[in-house]
C-alpha cells in the first residue's frame, strides 16, 4: 500500500469505538504517510426535531454535534503529524452518499468497520458491506470490530486456473499487494488456492515458486474457493485475507460469488481488490 496517497475512513455514528480509523492511523504512518479523509454520513430520519425548532435548525444542530465528536476522535491522529480532513453529510440513504463521496475525493483505499451480518440480512443481502461493495470502484478495507492494527499473517486467495486474462491479473494484484503489506507491516505471507478435484490438483512446488513463497506457505485445497479462503485463514490464524472482486461491466452491482461468500462468514479482516471483466 505504498502507492495510496489518500484513505477515505468510514465512521460509525451507532458506535464509540472506531476501528475504521485506528487502522486507518496504521496504514498512514507508514510509507508515504497517506493523507485520511474521515466522512460520516447521519441518516436524515435518526434527526429528531424538536417542539418549535426548524427541520433546518436541527439538522445543523446534528451535524455539528457529529462534527464535534470527529475532531475529538481525530485529534490524537493529529498529533501523529497525519494530514486529516473531515466531512459531516445528512442523508436518506447512507450508502448512496458514501459511494458518492469516495468518486468525490479520489481516494486509493476506502476502510470501514465489518457490518454484523445475522441470518436474515444475509438471506436477503441487506448488509451495508455488500452494497458499499456493489458500487466502490476503490479497494475496500473491511475491519472486524476492536482488530488488531497490526496483521501477523496475512492470506492472499487467488484463482488456480485462469482462463480469462482479467483472472491472471487479478492473481498478480492480489499477490503485489499482499506482498506489500506483509512487507510493510513485517507479517507472514501465505496464499491459498483452491482446486475442482485431483485432475486438477495443481503442483505444490510450482505452487510455491509461482509465488515466491516456501512451501509451507501456500496452500491448495480441494472444493469451492470460498470454503477455502474461510478454512485456511481460519487454520493458520490469518488476521487479514486479501481477494479480488471480479465484476462483468454489464452489470454493476454483482458482487462476485466467492466474495460474497468469504463476507458472510469469514472472521477476520478482509481486503477487496476490485477488477472488470470486459466480456
Request: glycine fraction near 4%; charged fraction near 30%.
Amino acid at each position: 500500500m505504498a502507492d495510496i496517497d489518500k484513505v477515505f475512513v468510514i465512521l460509525d455514528p451507532t458506535t464509540l469505538e472506531q476501528s475504521s480509523l485506528l487502522m486507518a492511523e496504521s496504514i498512514a504512518q507508514r510509507g508515504t504517510k497517506a493523507a485520511l479523509h474521515v466522512y460520516c454520513s447521519i441518516h436524515e430520519k435518526s434527526i429528531r426535531a424538536e417542539a418549535g425548532v426548524e427541520p433546518e435548525q436541527s439538522h445543523a444542530d446534528a451535524r455539528q454535534r457529529v462534527a464535534d465528536w470527529i475532531e475529538r476522535l481525530v485529534a490524537p491522529s493529529r498529533a501523529l503529524g497525519l494530514s486529516v480532513d473531515t466531512e459531516v453529510e445528512i442523508s436518506e440513504n447512507w450508502r448512496a452518499a458514501t459511494v458518492a463521496a469516495v468518486a468525490r475525493q479520489d481516494c486509493q483505499l476506502a476502510i470501514k468497520a465489518r457490518s454484523p451480518l445475522n441470518r436474515r440480512r444475509r438471506l436477503f443481502r441487506e448488509a451495508s458491506d455488500w452494497q458499499l461493495l456493489r458500487d466502490l470502484v476503490c479497494p475496500v478495507y473491511l475491519v472486524k470490530t476492536a482488530s488488531a492494527r497490526r496483521p501477523a499473517k496475512v492470506l492472499a486467495a487467488i484463482k488456480h486456473r485462469t482462463e480469462k486474462q482479467v483472472y491472471t491479473e487479478a492473481n498478480e494484484l492480489i499477490i503485489q499487494t499482499a506482498r506489500g503489506i506483509a512487507t510493510g507491516f513485517d507479517a507472514e505471507l501465505h496464499v491459498v488456492t483452491a482446486y475442482k478435484d485431483d485432475f486438477h490438483y495443481p503442483d505444490r512446488q510450482k505452487f510455491a515458486d509461482r509465488c515466491g513463497l516456501p512451501r509451507n506457505q501456500v496452500r491448495a485445497e480441494m472444493g469451492a474457493p470460498a470454503e477455502a479462503i474461510i478454512k485456511i485463514a481460519k487454520e493458520i490464524g490469518a488476521d487479514l485475507v486479501v481477494i479480488a472482486r471480479v465484476g462483468k461491466q454489464s452489470t454493476k452491482r454483482d458482487v462476485g460469488h466467492t466474495a460474497a461468500k468469504v463476507i458472510d462468514t469469514l472472521d477476520a479482516n478482509l481486503l477487496v481488490l476490485p477488477m472488470t471483466e470486459s466480456t
